[in-house]
Every structure is written in C-alpha cells, then in structure tokens.
C-alpha cells in the first residue's frame, strides 16, 4: 500500500466537510462524558485498526462505560457500552441533523445520558446552526472517507516515531476534531500567563510553553494537506531559522509562524518517512533552540531512557562504561 497517497482537499471535501461535522458530535459527547485532562488530553480521538475511537468514558459522571467508534472500513459508528451491548449507525446516506439524532438515539438505547452543552459546529462557518438543523452537509463518499483513515494512520505512525525522541512532558498523538488535524506536542515546564479574556480553550492548551507537530488535510484557509510545526509562545528570530528538507518554509501566521511542509512536496521525495521526521527535528531544534530548551537533555534516543541500554553517544561515554 502506498504511503501517503494523494487526497487533494478539491476531491474530497463535500465529504470532509460533512465527516468533520460528523465529528464534532461526537466529539462534543466525548468532552460532555469524559473526565477532564490537563491541555483538553481527554478531548480528541485516537487512531484504531478500522477507524478512529473516543476511548472508554463515563463512569464518573453516572453513565455505563461506553465508547464511540467510526469504522472506515465497513463505514459505520459503533457506539458500545461496557456490559456487551452495540448499536451501529451507517455513516453513508446520513445528513449531520440525521446522524446527531441517531447518535442520540443509540446512546439512549444503551442507558447513556448526555447533554451536549453546545450542540453546533465550533470554529466553522456555520457555528450558529444546531447539528439537529443541518440538512445541508450530507456527502459521505466511502472511498475517500477509507484514504482519510489510511493517511491518518501512516501519519499517526511517523508521529509515534518522533515523539518516542523526547522524554519531557508530551501528548500522546491524537486526532483533534475541532480542527481535523493530528497532533503531537512537546512542553516545557515554563508556565504562560493567557490573558483572562482569551477564551478558555486557548487558556488550558496553551498554559504552559509548547511546540507542537502535526498534519490537517486542507481548509479554505490553507486549501491543501500539509506537516506543520509551531513554536508558542514564539521566540524571537524563529522564522530564520533553518528547515529540512528544502521545500519546507515558514509562513506567517497573525503574529507569529508556521512552519510548513506540503503533502505534495514530501510524496516527490525518495524517502517520504524520513522527509516528514527531517522537517519535525528541524522544526523541534528551530524551536526548542531560540526558546533556550535542553535539548540534549530532554533527547531519547531510540525511545530509551535507561543508560544501561542506551547505545554510548561518546567516547566518554564508552570510557566511563569500560
């Protein structure tokens, strides 16, 4: 199987906008249902063998356990609960305002009681209409739906590679549906002080310093899939620093940058893992340099810690083991 095949957001995004959509709703009964993490971890989803899944909640707020799964193999939601029962929902022929109602549905058939706190769209054009009223958003092309599950794992997998690099305090690599990217971020222990006034998603995720790495598939924004990285807050003279490979660039971003390394660019290279881990390490150093983080010290090589299996980086090193 390829990896990263072409997914050009022009092909596809009647079906992406209706699948992020999708979702969001269950997204938000992940945030209504869940425990509350640290930087908004208990939020997104995480990559599976057929799909992408909110894990098991409940529980602590009175519900059975219960989990939410997409399939994007036999294109179908799972909703789960822990005592063995399942309702499937088809995810092909549904509108968003029939999907939320069937979601709603399967989860009152399993004994689950949520209430969304804000049952509409967040930070898309159509924020102010209720799923239940969204008629319009109804294109679910299986074929497509497949490949952004099968890119989304092939990049799930580079990200695991390159966050196993770092020791600090990281996310684990996980899908976020408010935007549609996947992530993995690396923090320091520097706190930010975020304004009272900034609104309080942007407060917890940005609480502490962070670089973060990832990919989206494309907005109007940005109208195609792309690997980014940033540095927040961003440190002065970042967007001189270097990036690898060469196609990658910084772009601005408001105040501050991205960096960036199209989709397109990294299927016409010989090596197209080993592009994408260049431009994260690249991105990391730019970062972590300007920013004044022990890179050596917070360094793993191999996804070890542990000196007595760690290959000796120096001839010191070597000398100190003889």
Request: charged share 25%; glycine share 4%; hydrophobic share 40%.
């Amino acid at each position: 199987m390829e990896m990263f095949p072409p997914i050009p957001l022009r092909e596809w995004q009647d079906t992406k906008e209706t699948l992020h959509r999708f979702a969001q709703v269950v997204g938000k009964i992940r945030l209504a249902a869940s425990v509350r993490r640290n930087h908004w971890w208990n939020v997104p989803f995480h990559v599976t063998g057929r799909g992408i899944t909110t894990r098991p909640m409940g529980q602590a707020d009175g519900n059975p356990v219960f989990t939410i799964d997409f399939d994007f193999v036999d294109h179908q939601l799972l909703v789960s609960s822990l005592d063995g029962r399942e309702m499937s929902i088809p995810l092909l022929g549904q509108s968003v305002a029939s999907f939320h109602d069937s979601v709603m549905t399967a989860l009152d058939a399993l004994d689950v009681r949520v209430v969304i706190d804000s049952p509409r769209p967040f930070d898309l054009p159509d924020t102010a209409r209720l799923f239940t009223e969204d008629t319009e958003h109804a294109v679910y092309d299986p074929a497509q739906a497949n490949r952004y599950w099968r890119v989304l794992s092939q990049v799930a997998l580079v990200l695991e590679e390159f966050a196993a690099r770092f020791s600090g305090k990281a996310s684990p690599v996980h899908h976020f549906w408010h935007t549609f990217d996947i992530a993995h971020t690396r923090f320091s222990d520097r706190h930010v002080d975020q304004p009272r006034e900034n609104d309080p998603v942007t407060r917890e995720a940005y609480s502490r310093e962070v670089i973060s790495f990832g990919f989206w598939f494309g907005d109007d924004s940005f109208p195609e899939p792309a690997f980014y990285s940033y540095t927040a807050p961003e440190p002065a003279e970042l967007a001189a620093q270097p990036l690898t490979p060469a196609s990658a660039r910084w772009i601005a971003r408001g105040d501050s940058h991205l960096a960036v390394l199209r989709y397109e660019e990294v299927r016409a290279t010989a090596d197209r893992r080993a592009a994408v881990l260049a431009f994260y390490e690249s991105a990391y150093r730019a970062g972590a340099g300007r920013a004044g983080w022990n890179v050596a010290r917070l360094a793993c090589p191999g996804g070890i810690t542990d000196p007595h299996l760690r290959e000796p980086d120096t001839e010191a090193e070597k000398h100190a083991r003889a």
